[in-house]
């Protein structure tokens, strides 16, 4: 399925636009979510310093090896303790698992994100900032913190989530026209009941809708988008062919991840015939494999926890790789960019501007790998 190939399938078409729809709604939520997690952290330390009065960890509390267990707590000092029993009070699942080893004790009285992580899913120990967490945290986070019940119901995070869902989890990357519809629907109900609160949102609408327009363009063909990567992005705004490759390419990196995800979660129901699915489209799709090489690689460790199953576009793409760029040294044309380039700072511009056209026109296979 090459990239004229995938556009000529609205399923797939349909599937990037949910995508998009996500990934447009979390991009506005940035400053609000930024903005409420340091006032809901603000509201905390002013309550819990009444009781310690500036005293902080000594015990170097740390709960990573924890297991979360319905109505069980883990064991802090007395300095975490009263920061513990606040950050509960305030989950609306307090009855079921929370994740508390997705945060460090002790750095709770001086990170907020420390704090909101607590209301995410599992597996976000390792992050510390907005940019780190994708739509799935941040939703959980709206939904299972109470501070957010002031600006907005349960009700539109909830169906947003299973929107989320239904776009991850879609094993052939593909999603019907009526499926879309209600999808965007309830992004937009999400961003119009929030929009009071979040400006950002009233552009929410439009840019889904722009998004739309741009992948249903024809003709879409492979050689349009590759062209599109040719010219500097500096000086001048984003072409067409730039902004779908670039929402191809994080829906692909979500899509790894939240399989990646699932698996350190345990939840592995269903997780082979994805990995599956997934490793069909990336062998027809090669020009998409380079942007996702590190996630590959712990795709493929996944697998091998499965009986017969190996992610085999991991292999065919490192043969590939190795024969375009063996092809590549062999014809000069790594030792002709390298050369163009050291005359171009030397300020020897004669001849450069025929020798960059000569290999702005390479071969398109070279073009995608190198």
Request: a neutral charge; one cysteine or more; glycine letters at 4%.
């Amino acid at each position: 399925m090459r990239i004229m190939n995938r556009f000529a399938d609205e399923g797939y078409r349909n599937w990037l636009k949910g995508n998009e729809g996500l990934r447009e709604l979390r991009a506005r939520l940035s400053s609000f979510l930024e903005n409420e997690t340091r006032n809901f952290h603000e509201c905390l330390s002013v309550k819990i310093n009444t009781v310690l009065h500036g005293k902080t960890c000594k015990a170097n509390c740390d709960i990573k090896s924890w297991i979360p267990k319905p109505k069980k707590l883990p064991a802090l000092c007395k300095v975490c303790v009263p920061w513990r029993d606040e950050i509960l009070d305030n989950h609306s699942a307090k009855g079921g698992p929370i994740h508390w080893n997705n945060s460090v004790p002790r750095l709770w009285p001086t990170e907020k994100w420390e704090v909101a992580k607590v209301y995410m899913p599992r597996g976000h120990r390792s992050h510390n900032s907005f940019k780190d967490f994708d739509i799935a945290a941040l939703l959980n986070l709206m939904i299972c913190c109470n501070h957010f019940r002031t600006f907005i119901e349960a009700q539109y995070i909830l169906k947003v989530m299973e929107v989320r869902n239904s776009v991850m989890h879609s094993p052939d990357n593909s999603i019907s026209k009526e499926d879309l519809e209600e999808h965007l629907r309830k992004i937009r109900n999400l961003g119009q009941a929030l929009e009071p609160y979040v400006p950002e949102l009233s552009t929410l609408s439009e840019a889904i809708d722009e998004f739309s327009e741009i992948t249903d363009m024809q003709p879409r063909t492979s050689f349009a988008i590759l062209q599109s990567a040719r010219v500097d992005s500096r000086q001048r705004p984003r072409t067409d062919g730039e902004i779908i490759r670039d929402a191809e390419k994080w829906a692909l990196t979500e899509k790894i991840e939240s399989i990646i995800q699932r698996f350190e979660d345990g939840q592995r129901a269903g997780l082979k015939e994805e990995i599956l699915a997934l490793d069909k489209f990336l062998l027809t799709s090669h020009d998409l494999i380079r942007h996702v090489r590190p996630q590959l690689k712990k795709l493929s460790d996944i697998a091998a926890h499965f009986e017969n199953l190996y992610v085999e576009s991991v292999t065919r793409h490192r043969q590939t790789y190795d024969e375009l760029l063996e092809e590549a040294e062999t014809s000069g044309l790594l030792e002709k960019i390298s050369s163009v380039c050291q005359r171009f700072e030397a300020g020897q511009w004669t001849g450069l501007k025929k020798e960059i056209k000569d290999i702005l026109w390479m071969p398109m296979e070279l073009a995608l790998f190198l």
